[in-house]
């Protein structure tokens, strides 16, 4: 896969891709039932429950403030994550854009998702821990233009340098494999539960297959939370060496493709009130950040030109103007 798929992973497509997401969130914000009080309502009050005393009297004073205008209020917020969409897939201003998508991002985290629910019994990455927006915020940092692209990936250059980028994908998937220790999240009935009831809303075919999948597991609960703690494990701490990176972050996409298809039902997606894809898709392009593109023995800037993700150098005068990168 370090071939021609490491050559496609360039910080623009990774950067047009997290700005797919940010449409896609500000289509879902237009929906019906976004633009009544009762999203709202439900919005602040479940992120009140876990958030800590001090932030509660914030979360009261928002409810009340977007409650008595829920659909201009929500228009606002769809409007501001569109306007995010469209300037990370044109490429214009994209310092800013990404500047706007973290703070933007870690708002909705502490206020809209309850700072991802992380206090909440049996709270766990398969459940959406920790939170898709914090997810955002961290995309877009890794995101963060370089002038120069020429590492062996993306995550290599910009804000947060590689060992940096690696340690925080690390921390990510240790941390939520701790989550799995709560005895909600690892009781025998558990994640059978949490599977089997994500279905609630949905079609029925889908409905039909979270009940199943929790039928499965049924009272493996134990076991099954054993297996993803220890998978998330080797998904964090195997990126930390070279050999291993590759194979690390292959099986940090299938879990993220686990817990977003069976875990979250992509945020609820086909219930008509799902504000974002859940953490699937943009733990997956957190991955292909981090993904190298060429062999990283090859020291930065001396590998061949037509290397996967080495930057072809024209000396001066002798080529086209330089391009802006990112």
Not at 103 to 115: D, I, K, R
Not at 256 to 277: E, K, R, S, V
């Amino acid at each position: 896969m370090s071939g021609p798929f490491g050559h496609r992973l360039s910080r623009r497509r990774l950067q047009v891709g997290l700005g797919g997401l940010w449409l896609l969130d500000g289509c879902l914000q237009l929906q019906p039932h976004m633009l009544t009080e009762a999203f709202f309502v439900s919005m602040f009050e479940t992120a009140n429950i876990s958030l800590p005393s001090w932030l509660t009297g914030v979360e009261v004073h928002l409810d009340t403030l977007t409650g008595a205008h829920p659909a201009p209020w929500d228009v606002i917020f769809a409007g501001i994550q569109l306007t995010l969409g469209v300037m990370l897939i044109t490429g214009r201003a994209v310092r800013p854009a990404l500047a706007a998508s973290m703070a933007w991002a870690l708002g909705v985290w502490v206020f809209g998702e309850g700072l991802g629910g992380l206090s909440l019994s049996g709270a766990n990455a398969m459940t959406g821990a920790p939170g898709a927006a914090a997810l955002y915020a961290l995309a877009s940092l890794l995101l963060w233009p370089a002038a120069a692209d020429d590492r062996a990936a993306v995550a290599d250059t910009g804000m947060v340098r590689g060992t940096g980028s690696r340690i925080i994908w690390a921390g990510l998937w240790v941390g939520t494999a701790g989550l799995w220790l709560e005895y909600q999240s690892h009781m025998a009935e558990g994640p059978g539960g949490q599977l089997g009831g994500v279905g609630n809303g949905e079609p029925g075919w889908l409905a039909a297959v979270n009940h199943w999948a929790g039928s499965v597991v049924a009272s493996h609960g134990p076991a099954l939370a054993g297996l993803l703690g220890a998978l998330q494990l080797v998904a964090g701490l195997g990126v930390l060496a070279p050999p291993t990176r590759r194979a690390a972050l292959g099986v940090g996409i299938g879990l993220a493709g686990l817990y977003g298809l069976f875990g979250q039902d992509l945020g609820g997606l086909l219930t008509g009130q799902a504000n974002d894809p859940g953490t699937g898709p943009v733990l997956v392009l957190i991955a292909l950040v981090l993904w190298p593109r060429r062999n990283s023995g090859a020291a930065p800037g001396k590998g061949s030109a037509h290397d996967p993700g080495v930057a072809e150098r024209v000396p001066a005068g002798l080529g086209p103007d330089r391009q802006a990168v990112g």
